[in-house]
């Protein structure tokens, strides 16, 4: 008996002593959105259910790209997990920086992902992150002003027709704009809207040779419509303001019109966080001398940088936050409509569709969008906000820092745009892009 009873003293401590090796401390790199925020909060479920800890690092948009870039870039190995989206992922994935994740098992259920998000997540038909929301852009509008100011949204407004609006909205005396709209620089901030507003006046990135357009007449008219749209009827300090700085004007009551992210939708319908939950109207993403390239396609999404020494503790990580379990989770914890949208078909439940009317339309603005054909004339590039090659994000981020000092009054239109230009061809030249 005694024989025994050691024996299985022995094992008790040889598997507890495993399950102690087994644990880890995984640093996760996420921004600083009202979803990961929820995802942060509910972690303690995973960090229960495996052992596992999580050391959080939630950044800006601007400095979370800043840093985890240049992490991944120089192989520091910072972070087992990081937060990217549908234009680093198929870069970094076919450079051999990030884990492939066609191995979390059959009860991760891929098939329920939808395939616009998959295809956006992938590189040579191999999946490199998995999405935790994804989205589309549109146009939201609060009802009362306009039914107060007798204005009617058509369902696809043109950009002429929203500055129109904007005027009739604006009352800078009781701190209501008429529009809000992206200022923040970076090429995921003020350009991923900036870029639309391009591509609908008919504008490119660059044309088929690969040759900057920034100094095109359809990038002189989109930028200087919204610099002096922006300047009449946007809230002062407009380029201190990206996508969580509108949403909270927006929930506040103070902005008539918002062009946007569709994810920003049900934080809307948040009666904890908004005033305008039964105020809310959707319309498409403007266009005006073409529709094509008027509404974006992003995910944001989970990676595991090769340099993690933790990769499986990591794949258990990310399965779990993009799992048909975790939107469950957030249904039940902070409401139906507060579900992160756009990556799995089986969100949108009857249930879903009832309590969030905005739903049916950010799906189908999601399924709808093509970063495969961007713009209206020809390019040699994919991708609708943004531009996948290497180079956009440097030539996109100083973009939006020229045409920021434009909106802040520092420089003219023009001056930025050739500025924007010239770093361009520099950049495209060094890449050999331009012969």
């Given at each position: 008996?005694?024989?025994?009873?050691?024996?299985?003293?022995?094992?008790?401590?040889?598997?507890?002593?495993?399950?102690?090796?087994?644990?880890?401390t995984l640093t996760i790199a996420t921004v600083n959105n009202d979803d990961m925020i929820v995802m942060q909060?509910?972690?303690?479920?995973?960090?229960?259910?495996?052992?596992?800890?999580?050391?959080?690092?939630?950044?800006?948009?601007?400095?979370?790209?800043?840093?985890?870039?240049?992490?991944?870039?120089?192989?520091?190995?910072?972070?087992?997990?990081?937060?990217?989206?549908?234009?680093?992922?198929?870069?970094?994935?076919?450079?051999?920086?990030?884990?492939?994740?066609?191995?979390?098992?059959?009860?991760?259920?891929?098939?329920?992902?939808?395939?616009?998000?998959?295809?956006?997540?992938?590189?040579?038909?191999?999946?490199?992150?998995?999405?935790?929301?994804?989205?589309?852009?549109?146009?939201?509008?609060?009802?009362?002003?306009?039914?107060?100011?007798?204005?009617?949204?058509?369902?696809?407004?043109?950009?002429?027709?929203?500055?129109?609006?904007?005027?009739?909205?604006?009352?800078?005396?009781?701190?209501?704009?008429?529009?809000?709209?992206?200022?923040?620089?970076?090429?995921?901030?003020?350009?991923?809207?900036?870029?639309?507003?391009?591509?609908?006046?008919?504008?490119?990135?660059?044309?088929?040779?690969?040759?900057?357009?920034?100094?095109?007449?359809?990038?002189?008219?989109?930028?200087?419509?919204?610099?002096?749209?922006?300047?009449?009827?946007?809230?002062?300090?407009?380029?201190?303001?990206?996508?969580?700085?509108?949403?909270?004007?927006?929930?506040?009551?103070?902005?008539?019109?918002?062009?946007?992210?569709?994810?920003?939708?049900?934080?809307?319908?948040?009666?904890?966080?908004?005033?305008?939950?039964?105020?809310?109207?959707?319309?498409?993403?403007?266009?005006?001398?073409?529709?094509?390239?008027?509404?974006?396609?992003?995910?944001?999404?989970?990676?595991?940088?090769?340099?993690?020494?933790?990769?499986?503790?990591?794949?258990?990580?990310?399965?779990?936050?993009?799992?048909?379990?975790?939107?469950?989770?957030?249904?039940?914890?902070?409401?139906?409509?507060?579900?992160?949208?756009?990556?799995?078909?089986?969100?949108?439940?009857?249930?879903?569709?009832?309590?969030?009317?905005?739903?049916?339309?950010?799906?189908?603005?999601?399924?709808?969008?093509?970063?495969?054909?961007?713009?209206?004339?020809?390019?040699?590039?994919?991708?609708?906000?943004?531009v996948i090659i290497p180079e956009y994000q440097g030539i996109g981020t100083t973009t939006g820092q020229a045409?920021?000092?434009?909106?802040?009054?520092?420089?003219?239109?023009?001056?930025?745009?050739?500025?924007?230009?010239?770093?361009?061809?520099?950049?495209?030249?060094?890449?050999?892009?331009?012969?």
């Amino acid at each position: 008996m005694g024989k025994l009873k050691t024996s299985l003293l022995s094992l008790s401590a040889v598997i507890f002593g495993a399950h102690l090796a087994q644990a880890e401390t995984l640093t996760i790199a996420t921004v600083n959105n009202d979803d990961m925020i929820v995802m942060q909060k509910l972690s303690g479920e995973w960090e229960k259910s495996s052992g596992n800890k999580l050391n959080w690092v939630v950044l800006e948009e601007n400095v979370l790209r800043q840093r985890v870039t240049t992490d991944i870039a120089t192989k520091g190995g910072q972070f087992d997990i990081v937060t990217i989206g549908a234009l680093e992922t198929p870069i970094w994935g076919k450079s051999g920086w990030l884990t492939q994740l066609d191995d979390l098992g059959d009860d991760y259920d891929y098939a329920d992902l939808f395939p616009s998000v998959r295809s956006g997540l992938s590189a040579d038909g191999k999946l490199f992150a998995v999405p935790f929301y994804a989205e589309s852009s549109f146009t939201m509008y609060n009802t009362e002003l306009f039914e107060k100011a007798g204005l009617t949204m058509p369902e696809e407004p043109t950009w002429s027709q929203i500055a129109g609006f904007a005027e009739k909205l604006t009352d800078k005396s009781k701190e209501q704009y008429g529009i809000c709209l992206r200022g923040k620089p970076g090429w995921g901030e003020n350009m991923a809207l900036i870029t639309l507003m391009a591509n609908v006046w008919g504008g490119t990135w660059f044309d088929m040779k690969w040759q900057p357009q920034l100094m095109s007449e359809p990038w002189k008219k989109a930028v200087n419509f919204y610099v002096d749209t922006m300047n009449k009827y946007g809230p002062p300090g407009a380029t201190a303001n990206g996508f969580n700085e509108n949403q909270a004007l927006f929930a506040a009551g103070h902005c008539g019109i918002w062009v946007d992210a569709t994810s920003a939708a049900g934080r809307l319908y948040n009666k904890d966080t908004s005033k305008v939950v039964d105020k809310v109207g959707y319309a498409k993403g403007p266009g005006e001398v073409t529709s094509v390239g008027n509404g974006w396609f992003w995910a944001w999404a989970l990676a595991i940088p090769v340099t993690t020494t933790k990769a499986e503790a990591a794949k258990s990580f990310v399965k779990w936050a993009t799992s048909k379990d975790y939107v469950t989770l957030v249904a039940k914890t902070n409401g139906v409509v507060t579900s992160p949208p756009g990556t799995r078909k089986s969100t949108y439940t009857e249930a879903y569709l009832k309590d969030a009317p905005f739903a049916a339309m950010t799906q189908k603005a999601i399924e709808s969008a093509d970063p495969s054909k961007p713009t209206r004339d020809p390019v040699p590039y994919t991708g609708i906000s943004y531009v996948i090659i290497p180079e956009y994000q440097g030539i996109g981020t100083t973009t939006g820092q020229a045409i920021a000092g434009a909106l802040a009054g520092q420089t003219s239109v023009d001056e930025a745009l050739q500025s924007a230009q010239d770093n361009a061809v520099e950049a495209m030249t060094q890449a050999g892009y331009i012969q």
